[in-house]
């Protein structure tokens, strides 16, 4: 190899270092010629390598966060068709499990569900069917069902939300929620109670599903027949039934209706209808059903131009880079000079290449708090509607309950002397206590009702996810919900003793700001303090501790002389060394041990209050004393 390098050399430059001119062309000079051409080739071959494994790498990541974004989407439609079924499978549920139902008598049952068909009002019609099939429903109809797959599953104790189907009545598409009469505790069923909905709350949420021009969201059924889909030709409609895609001509469409029916969850690259596009798709949780999200390729890839515009500068300076690199080689004159700017220009990239890994990492940080922040904000909306359904219910419980006590007490006014089975009974059930009882019971179950829905309003204002540009927000808000999420840290437990939170609030307005980022600077700097007191707790003894017991204040105000808002965050825990003071916000510095933290945190609280608000935080400690972090934001944006 270095022989061919040479004599290419020497072809190059014939009348420098031609036999002829063996004054000027020496050993040492060819050696050292030699040596440096090797390691601009190495250098050249390296660089290259690493710059397309960085491309390949980053061009990876990149493409895999924004198919996960589509795929989040498809998600979201999903958990909004999925709570809307839950809570028509809980109302017939509920009507199935009342007594007028459970009596089978249609002649009370028909007033009954007529007047919930007009409370509930998703509902166009309620029906009863025997256990033989026979049906009677709202709208006077009398068809037999057996041979419906709804009738079936409920009569094998399921509830059930059935693919739609066109009404045997009624005549129309329509999604039937139906769920088994138990008659008594214990036996089969004695009949099924079934509630017919329109599909159109299913096209609503698949009509708004979509991720750029070109796309669009479909549902199928278990049988991969569209009950949802932008051509309406394809949805079965009263006059015709619809095809399955199944049976679909185009062999990829198939492929992925059979995953859909297989209830498979994935996001791939296909062809449909001579485009390529993304397709994401989920299953439902409560129906037989699967969400198909329909992107096409350039709308998600579209963000990789500029990826591979700044790859192709990057691939151009490279080239410009090697050429002068050969340059300075034919020019021997300016060998140390060039050694000596190629020395510098490599420090350089060694300093670029670590801010590209810093920038790298606070990528994935923010990537991870955007996901925690999207899940925080799914399970508030999760827990959220379950919650608010039996907050309500519990009212309507409670006059329930409390009609029946005074009912019974009536009764016993009336008739003070009850047969003897009558008042063996109620000895047995100790009437007395489950009048005094009850209504406790009713009113703690409100209580606790209550507290779900105020953590799930708190979850839900820290993530903040629909708060993408600045507004104007109560940072006080932002720092009770934060304390609320580590209220676990801040209560006692064997091991560690309570952490008291004091509140010095001042009279701020409302500021304009990123709230959800703002959240997490609270969140970093609130986790390090605790962290800090847990640390303390385990070096001070009983006594200390009661007489300086763990303390994290919070105190806000303005800041009149440069109209900032300041918020001071102090804790009494382990405090800081002059030189961890003077590094706290240097990215990947940390002094917790591995595993517990990477050094991310207070670097990202920095650059979001610093560069995203154009405000200051600041940090002074005592080592054995404790820490006080100020944060200033301005009261108003700043370009």
């Known amino acids: 190899m270095m022989l061919k390098l040479q004599k290419l050399w020497l072809e190059i430059m014939p009348r420098r270092y031609g036999k002829t001119d063996k004054d000027y062309y020496s050993l040492k000079y060819h050696s050292r010629s030699i040596i440096l051409l090797s390691i601009v080739v190495i250098l050249s071959i390296s660089i290259s390598a690493t710059a397309i494994t960085s491309y390949k790498i980053v061009k990876g990541l990149l493409l895999d966060s924004l198919k996960e974004q589509a795929l989040l989407k498809t998600h979201q439609g999903q958990n909004d068709i999925d709570n809307w079924l839950a809570i028509r499978k809980t109302e017939i549920k509920t009507l199935a499990n009342s007594p007028v139902v459970r009596s089978l008598d249609w002649s009370a049952m028909e007033p009954y569900l007529q007047s919930e068909v007009k409370r509930l009002q998703t509902f166009f019609l309620m029906a009863l069917i025997a256990p033989d099939g026979a049906l009677i429903n709202t709208q006077g109809g009398r068809p037999n069902v057996k041979d419906r797959e709804f009738f079936q599953r409920s009569m094998a104790g399921e509830t059930v939300a059935a693919d739609p189907i066109i009404g045997r009545t009624s005549n129309r598409l329509q999604v039937q929620i139906s769920s088994p009469i138990f008659a008594k505790t214990g036996t089969k069923p004695a009949g099924v109670l079934m509630g017919g909905i329109k599909v159109n709350r299913v096209v609503e949420v698949i009509s708004n599903l979509h991720q750029g021009k070109g796309s669009y969201a479909f549902a199928l059924n278990s049988q991969g027949v569209p009950i949802a889909h932008p051509n309406i030709e394809l949805i079965g409609t009263p006059e015709k039934a619809a095809q399955s895609f199944l049976n679909s001509p185009n062999p990829k469409l198939v492929e992925i209706t059979q995953q859909m029916v297989a209830k498979h969850t994935n996001i791939k690259l296909t062809q449909l209808d001579g485009k390529w596009s993304y397709v994401a798709y989920t299953p439902l949780r409560e129906a037989n059903w699967s969400v198909a999200l329909i992107v096409p390729q350039e709308n998600i890839e579209s963000p990789l131009q500029a990826l591979n515009l700044l790859a192709t500068v990057l691939g151009g300076l490279l080239v410009v880079g090697l050429i002068g690199a050969w340059r300075q080689v034919q020019l021997y004159e300016q060998i140390r000079d060039r050694a000596l700017v190629s020395s510098q220009q490599a420090q350089q990239l060694s300093k670029t290449l670590k801010e ?124 009770d919900n934060t304390l609320m999420i580590l209220n676990r840290r801040l209560t006692a437990t064997p091991n560690l003793p309570e952490i008291q939170i004091v509140k010095k609030y001042g009279d701020l307005p409302l500021i304009e700001c990123y709230a959800g980022s703002l959240n997490q600077v609270f969140m970093n700097v609130l986790v390090n303090a605790i962290d800090a007191l847990e640390e303390a707790s385990q070096k001070r003894s009983i006594e200390e501790l009661k007489t300086n017991p763990n303390q994290i204040k919070l105190q806000t105000q303005i800041d009149k002389s440069s109209n900032y808002a300041m918020v001071q965050i102090y804790d009494n825990g382990i405090g800081m060394c002059e030189d961890v003071k003077h590094r706290v916000f240097d990215h990947m510095f940390t002094t917790k041990p591995v595993g517990k933290g990477i050094g991310l945190g207070m670097a990202i609280a920095y650059q979001i209050v610093v560069d995203k608000h154009a405000g200051t935080i600041e940090v002074d400690s005592t080592p054995g004393y404790g820490t006080e972090f100020t944060i200033r934001i301005p009261l108003t944006r700043k370009n």
């Open 356 to 479: 590209l890994q810093n920038t790298q990492s606070q990528l994935i940080q923010t990537e991870k708090m955007s996901s925690l922040g999207q899940l925080v904000a799914g399970v508030a909306h999760e827990i959220n509607n379950p919650a608010n359904f039996i907050h309500a219910n519990l009212n309507h419980a409670s006059e329930y309950s409390q009609g029946i006590l005074d009912l019974l007490k009536l009764y016993e006014q009336t008739y003070p002397n009850p047969t003897p089975e009558i008042r063996d009974r109620a000895q047995d059930l100790d009437i007395e206590f489950l009048a005094e009882d009850l209504p406790k019971l009713m009113a703690s179950m409100q209580v606790g009702t209550k507290r779900i829905r105020e953590i799930v309003l708190s979850l839900r204002n820290f993530s903040r996810l629909d708060e993408a540009d600045m507004k104007s927000v109560d940072i006080h808000e932002g720092l």
